[in-house]
């Protein structure tokens, strides 16, 4: 859409849950911020409060992920519905991007529903998200993308990590020779981000760059749980401007 893929210098895209992820991803120095909840689910649509929030923060785009629920990507009509109002919410908020993803039963992209979510997009940046790493043929569904006119396409090479998928990404980048950025992720760290850059020539690299906060609750009740039973209701996973920090300089 409006992004210029010979651009050389490598992005750091951050995955944030919390306004807290978004202020440190932005001290880290990366370049942009996917915003999300239910990172455990592997993200879902966030809050339109935390979106117009981490919109106000200066000096880092911010992209939006929608996705509805956890699970497959095959939606209902009521859930693309859903999708592309929330599309139009998140571009009326100031979104800078917009990530999508929708497959068909038989495990291809779904043409027709993504050309309708790149409507509602209304020129912003595009990336497909890990949806891609769900495909039948990922050679053909990346062709199907540039189609499309995505920007990016995020993917671990269709392996359980980035750093194992390295011969996918490798292929994918060659295929793609600049009409689409390739934004690895999944498992980056300080330890291989330079690796999986350096040997697949990918554009992008995604990252969480969690760590565990401990709660300023002084009060604590053990016995009552919000969700799963053995969940630790005074602790939670935010990005480490550190960390962000140490990913940025290695692939600097």
């Known amino acids: 859409m409006n992004e210029n893929n010979s651009v050389r210098r ?71 519905r859903v999708i592309l109002d929330d599309i139009r919410v998140a571009c009326e908020a100031g979104a800078h991007g917009i990530v999508v993803g929708a497959l068909t039963a038989d495990g291809d992209i779904d043409e027709l529903f993504c050309r309708e979510m790149v409507e509602a997009s209304q020129g912003r940046s595009l990336t497909f998200h890990r949806a891609f790493d769900m495909c039948r043929d990922a050679r053909q569904a990346l062709e199907v993308l540039v189609g499309l006119g995505f920007d990016r396409v995020l993917t671990s090479g269709q392996a359980a990590t980035a ?35 350096d040997e697949t020539g990918a554009t992008d690299i995604h990252a969480s760059a969690r760590t565990l906060v401990e709660s300023r609750m002084r009060w604590r009740r053990e016995d009552v749980a919000m969700g799963r039973s053995d969940a630790d209701e005074y602790a939670f996973r935010e990005t480490s401007a550190d960390i962000v920090y140490q990913i940025r300089r290695e692939i600097d």
């Open 163 to 197: 750093e194992e998928g390295i011969p996918m990404l490798r292929e994918l980048v060659a295929q793609a020779a600049g009409r689409i950025r390739i934004m690895a992720g999944c498992g980056v760290s300080p330890s291989n981000a330079r690796r999986i850059l």
């Open 10 to 80: 490598a992005q750091l895209e951050v995955c944030s849950g919390t306004i807290g992820s978004v202020l440190a991803a932005r001290k880290g120095g990366a370049d942009r911020v996917e915003l999300c909840s239910g990172l455990d689910e592997g993200g879902l649509t966030p809050s339109l409060g935390f979106i117009r929030e981490a919109i106000g923060v200066e000096g880092i785009r911010t992209h939006v992920l929608i996705r509805p629920r956890g699970g497959d990507f095959l939606y209902t009509d009521a859930e693309r």
